[in-house]
């Protein structure tokens, strides 16, 4: 058993946010857990094409949409999955950024960042 605070993992730039890994990989755990924020009136063109991913809304708002148009509405209490390594576009609102309790399985590495674009999905 062990504990680790937000405050004792350091706070990687993602691209939109920052992220702050608090279950990674080394911790072979079989899953990862970030606390990841989203910048305010920011858009992320995202996809992970070696981990599933689901997302808990814990502050803010915004929302995530498919590459076919299917539009999710994000709050607090609400949770996204990506089922199927889904490219998708993740919106904070422009009034607030927006937090979220984000899993993987599999676990990443937890040094991982993404390179946004307009030209594409940013993929890891």
Same mark, same amino acid.
């Given at each position: 058993?062990?504990?680790?605070?937000?405050?004792?993992?350091?706070?990687?730039?993602? +691209? !939109?946010?920052?992220?702050?890994?608090?279950?990674?990989? /080394?911790?072979?755990? *079989?899953?990862?857990? &970030?606390?990841?924020?989203?910048?305010?009136?920011?858009?992320?063109?995202?996809?992970?094409?070696?981990?599933?991913?689901?997302?808990?809304?814990?502050?803010?708002? +915004? !929302?995530?949409?498919?590459?076919?148009?299917?539009?999710? /509405?994000?709050?607090? *209490?609400?949770?996204? &999955?990506?089922?199927?390594?889904?490219?998708?576009?993740?919106?904070?609102?422009?009034?607030?950024?927006?937090?979220?309790?984000?899993?993987?399985?599999?676990?990443?590495?937890?040094?991982?960042?993404?390179?946004?674009?307009?030209?594409?999905?940013?993929?890891?």
């Amino acid at each position: 058993m062990f504990t680790r605070s937000k405050n004792e993992v350091a706070a990687v730039e993602w +691209g !939109n946010g920052t992220s702050h890994r608090l279950l990674v990989e /080394a911790d072979n755990m *079989g899953f990862a857990v &970030a606390h990841t924020l989203v910048r305010a009136g920011t858009e992320s063109k995202l996809e992970y094409r070696r981990n599933l991913e689901a997302c808990y809304c814990i502050k803010g708002s +915004g !929302n995530v949409e498919d590459t076919e148009g299917n539009l999710f /509405a994000i709050t607090p *209490g609400v949770i996204y &999955a990506l089922d199927g390594n889904e490219p998708h576009f993740l919106r904070a609102s422009e009034h607030e950024d927006l937090e979220l309790i984000s899993v993987f399985n599999p676990p990443i590495r937890g040094d991982e960042k993404h390179v946004l674009s307009d030209s594409g999905f940013s993929t890891y």
